[in-house]
């Protein structure tokens, strides 16, 4: 059974935006905090921002704040990316992710207990 789903991705310009979406089961989305990475070609995957299973607090990674902002949909299980001002750096695999554990180990991105299949963003100079 798939627990969490991405969709959202593709390519646009420098410049653009785009939003990406994950749609999780019940399974995956009650009591956890849900975070984004993404991995690039050749490169670690690296966190991108996390919302708080309450949706209170958020966190970026420096590169995102400001231009990325998470969100989350508790009616329907679903968190969101939306990306603006896109840079060619930021072409990757996308993935969702969920834990129940703090928010400093989430960040670190290892061990979490579920893990979407990722999404492709492509942004073209």
């Known amino acids: 059974q798939v627990q969490l789903q991405e969709s959202g991705g593709g390519v646009v310009q420098a410049g653009g935006s785009l939003r990406l979406s994950c749609l999780a089961s019940?399974?995956?989305?009650?009591?956890?905090?849900m975070a984004w990475f993404r991995q690039a070609p050749g490169k670690e995957r690296e966190f991108v921002a996390l919302?708080?299973?309450?949706?209170?607090?958020?966190y970026y990674a420096d590169f995102a704040q400001g231009r990325f902002h998470i969100s989350r949909d508790n009616s329907k299980n679903t968190i969101y990316l939306e990306m603006n001002s896109l840079k060619p750096e930021d072409t990757a695999v996308y993935y969702c992710?969920?834990?129940?554990?703090?928010?400093?180990?989430?960040?670190?991105?290892?061990?979490?207990?579920?893990w979407g299949q990722g999404t492709q963003v492509t942004v073209s100079s």
């Open positions: 919302v708080s299973w309450g949706g209170g607090t958020l």
């Open positions: 019940l399974r995956a989305f009650s009591n956890n905090h």
């Open positions: 992710a969920a834990d129940h554990r703090g928010t400093s180990a989430i960040r670190r991105g290892s061990d979490l207990a579920f």
